[in-house]
């Protein structure tokens, strides 16, 4: 019983960050990021920077050239959504800022608004790509930041594979298939 309650609060406390979808079944994921030497303020520019650069062409989404917009934005969240390239799709997302020991822990979430189930990792790439770095071979827009995942939690049926983010999973599927 105490194992229940314990999940249903750690689930009621990341539902908080999440957008919400008017889809009853949707894919969605669920990140914490811990910058350890890097301010809120400046990850945030970041991200508002690569955002805006989809729209000017100054930034390409490596996850198939989706197109990022601000909803809403405060000193302590980020809002928005990306539309896949083709225009067919539109999913949201939230950060929340939170400034600890000299650096920034970000909560993140990203929804599905259509009826979902695979997401081939588009929750956990609308949300990575906006923060990742030279270390995952991700192009800043501006600053590059070191930063650590400490959890990552994907809706039953989506995926986090950092491959994905930079369409290296695709690349790696159509040369296995090239060659056979």
Known sequence: MLRLVLALAAYGAAADVCPGSDAWVHASCENTVVFTSTSCADVMTEMKARIAGTA???????????????????????????????????DKFAFSFATVSGGCKLEACSESQVTSV??????????????????????????????????????????SDKDACLGKSFLRASSKVATA
């Open 56 to 90: 000017s062409g100054a930034w390409t989404d490596p996850h198939n050239g989706g197109k990022y917009a601000v909803a809403s934005s405060s000193a302590t969240a980020l809002a928005g959504t990306r539309t896949t390239a083709n225009g067919q799709y539109t």
């Open 118 to 159: 695979a997401d081939f990792s588009t929750n956990y790439c609308n949300l990575h790509n906006l923060y990742c770095g030279s270390q995952d071979g991700c192009t800043p827009a501006g600053s590059d930041y070191a930063y650590t995942e400490t959890d990552v939690d994907t809706s039953i049926g989506a995926s």
